[in-house]
T-cell receptor, first 115, second 112 residues
Framework: EAGVVQSPRYKIIEKKQPVAFWCNPI?????LYWYLQNLGQGPELLIR????????DSQLPKDRFSAERLKGVDSTLKIQPAELGDSAVYLC?????????????FGPGTRLTVL | KQEVTQIPAALSVPEGENLVLNCSFT??????LQWFRQDPGKGLTSLLL?????REQTSGRLNASLDKSSGRSTLYIAASQPGDSATYLC???????????FGKGTKLTVNP
């Protein structure tokens, strides 16, 4: 069974440029999560989707970050414009039905460097 | 606000040693607790999930315990191997939320 797929794996951009990350969850998983992981820290949730609906985006900096999950499958996370402090690893995870009881499966992440 | 603390931040042991990693959380109203492993430059791999009603879970050489009332969990690794070297993260899901709250992790090095 294929795991959570993310692309690109690495991205280097200059500040003020836009950037987008893509995630394909495990087939059949209804719940999708985007996490931000700074160096030496645990991941922090940015947004959670149940199918197409963003049910928890309270941690998403909406002035520059946006996300979508069309058709309830793949998801894209965008930053525009990027700032130096956005350098981090962006992790996507999925679970079968959420509800707080399911295991979350993580992708390999996208490492973003903003120069 | 839920806070998760992991001690120690780093641990270095010789191969074959049994070891314990510690995790504590401030709010005992949790749905479950998960232990993850993270290798450098890679995502997280779920090792064990303990539901709030359970006391422990075992998988191979790994055993995780949960004492919800005291806000503590331990991950026991038996007969450690160099391949166990990684960062181990503890995370809880708060009751009424589906958000995983992570600790900062324990970086484990097992020396041959």
């Amino acid at each position: 069974e294929a795991g959570v797929v993310q692309s690109p794996r690495y991205k280097i951009i200059e500040k003020k440029q836009p950037v987008a990350f893509w995630c394909n969850p495990i087939s059949g998983h209804n719940t999708l999560y985007w996490y931000l992981q700074n160096l030496g820290q645990g991941p922090e949730l940015l947004i959670r989707y149940e199918n197409e609906e963003a049910v928890d985006d309270s941690q998403l900096p909406k002035d520059r970050f946006s996300a979508e999950r069309l058709k309830g499958v793949d998801s894209t996370l965008k930053i525009q414009p990027a700032e130096l402090g956005d350098s981090a690893v962006y992790l996507c995870a999925s679970s079968f039905q959420g509800g707080g009881t399911d295991t979350q499966y993580f992708g390999p992440g996208t490492r973003l460097t903003v120069l | 606000k839920q806070e998760v603390t992991q001690i120690p931040a780093a641990l270095s042991v010789p191969e074959g040693e049994n070891l314990v990693l510690n995790c504590s959380f401030t709010d005992s109203a949790i749905y479950n607790l998960q232990w993850f492993r993270q290798d450098p430059g890679k995502g997280l791999t779920s090792l064990l999930l303990i539901q709030s009603s359970q006391r422990e879970q075992t998988s191979g050489r790994l055993n995780a315990s949960l004492d919800k009332s005291s806000g503590r969990s331990t991950l026991y690794i038996a007969a450690s191997q160099p391949g166990d070297s990684a960062t181990y993260l503890c995370a809880v899901i708060q009751g009424g939320s589906e958000k995983l709250v992570f600790g900062k992790g324990t970086k484990l090095t097992v020396n041959p």
